[in-house]
Nanobody, 128 residues
C-alpha cells in the first residue's frame, strides 16, 4: 500500500525558514518522481517542486525558485523541501505527490499529471 506522509508545517513569520518532509512507503522509491504541490486559500493547486528518482533531475516553479530546495534521502525513502525566505503568499496546504518516472523528464510529466499518489498535506502559514 502506497503511503505519503507529510510533516514539518507550521506558523512562521515572513523571512523564516521551514523544512517539510514526505515519508514514503509501499513503492520503489527510485522509480518515482516525488514532489510538492501547494494549495493556497481560494486558489488551485500548484506544483512547486519535484525530484525524479530516475535521474535526480529537479523542477521548481517560478514562485519558489531560488528560495526552496528539494532533496531526497534514499535510505529513508523521504523527500524534503527546504523553504527559505518565506512570504505570506507561501501560505497554503502542502501536499506530497508521487508519480512513476521510468524515463527522463519525469518531473515534467509529474507537473502535468493529475493521476498520482497523494499525501494528506501539511499546513504552512506565513504571517506576522
Amino acid at each position: 500500500q502506497v503511503r505519503l506522509v507529510e510533516s514539518g508545517g507550521g506558523l512562521v513569520q515572513p523571512g523564516d525558514s521551514l523544512r517539510l518532509s514526505c515519508a514514503t512507503s509501499g513503492f520503489t522509491f527510485n522509480d518515482f518522481a516525488i514532489g510538492w504541490v501547494r494549495q493556497a486559500p481560494g486558489k488551485e493547486r500548484e506544483g512547486i517542486s519535484c525530484i525524479s528518482g530516475y535521474d535526480e533531475s529537479t523542477y521548481y516553479s517560478d514562485s519558489v525558485k531560488a528560495r526552496f530546495t528539494i532533496s531526497r534521502d534514499i535510505v529513508n525513502s523521504t523527500v524534503y523541501l527546504e523553504m527559505m525566505d518565506l512570504r505570506p503568499e507561501d501560505t497554503g496546504l502542502y501536499f506530497c505527490k508521487a508519480r512513476p518516472a521510468y524515463a527522463p523528464k519525469g518531473c515534467d510529466r509529474w507537473v502535468a499529471a493529475s493521476q498520482a499518489y497523494w499525501g494528506r498535506g501539511t499546513q504552512v502559514t506565513v504571517s506576522s
